[in-house]
T-cell receptor, first 115, second 114 residues
Framework: DAGVTQSPTHLIKTRGQQVTLRCSPK?????VSWYQQALGQGPQFIFQ???????QRGNFPDRFSGHQFPNYSSELNVNALLLGDSALYLC??????????????FGPGTRLTVL | DQQVKQNSPSLSVQEGRISILNCDYTNSMFDYFLWYKKYPAEGPTFLISISSIKDKNEDGRFTVFLNKSAKHLSLHIVPSQPGDSAVYFC?????????????FGTGTRLKVLA
């Protein structure tokens, strides 16, 4: 049973460019959340996708957008990259359900460096 | 506005002794709390959780205590082992419209000395 997978593992971009990060949730999970973890900080919630819709969003600008596909996989897109976008981007999946106080399972992350 | 705070960036404990990691929160709407462990180059791994209707949850060597009046929770690891050396994150969640985003603290780096 594969856990949460993310690609690529590392990425280097320059300011102003655009980037797309990908995530496949754990088998049986249909909810995907994205987090940004800057150096020395805890993960910060970007947004969550369920049923191919953005359900909740954290305090991130519109440059950050996402998508969820029918197979529950997800993409995170960041436009007009800034140096401050350099971080580890984590994807987490969880099963749906009204009692979804379940732990979210995290992928290994994508390390984005903006030069 | 840091709603979840881990005021100790690091902690060193001798092997076999108790490790106590602390976490404070400010938002009274939080009703579910979790601890995650993170090794370098890996994503956070779920450790233990607690609902606001409880004040203690135990799983093997790990126990989480919740003091709602003080808005404080702690993770106890007994006995501590060298493999427990990692960064520990406290996270909190408030049920809103059926979605469950986590608010994380900044983490505490635990080092268990052999």
């Amino acid at each position: 049973d594969a856990g949460v997978t993310q690609s690529p593992t590392h990425l280097i971009k320059t300011r102003g460019q655009q980037v797309t990060l990908r995530c496949s949730p754990k088998s049986g999970h249909d909810t995907v959340s994205w987090y940004q973890q800057a150096l020395g900080q805890g993960p910060q919630f970007i947004f969550q996708y369920y049923e191919e819709e953005e359900r909740q969003r954290g305090n991130f600008p519109d440059r950050f957008s996402g998508h969820q596909f029918p197979n529950y996989s997800s993409e995170l897109n960041v436009n007009a990259l800034l140096l401050g976008d350099s971080a580890l981007y984590l994807c987490a999946s969880s099963p749906k359900g009204s009692l979804s106080y379940n732990e979210q399972f995290f992928g290994p992350g994508t390390r984005l460096t903006v030069l | 506005d840091q709603q979840v705070k881990q005021n100790s960036p690091s902690l060193s404990v001798q092997e076999g002794r108790i490790s106590i990691l602390n976490c404070d929160y400010t938002n009274s709407m939080f009703d579910y709390f979790l601890w995650y462990k993170k090794y370098p180059a890996e994503g956070p791994t779920f450790l233990i959780s607690i609902s606001s209707i409880k004040d203690k949850n135990e799983d093997g060597r790990f126990t989480v205590f919740l003091n709602k009046s003080a808005k404080h929770l702690s993770l106890h690891i007994v006995p501590s082992q060298p493999g427990d050396s990692a960064v520990y994150f406290c996270a909190a969640s408030a049920s809103t419209s059926g979605t469950y985003k986590y608010i994380f603290g900044t983490g505490t780096r635990l080092k268990v000395l052999a």
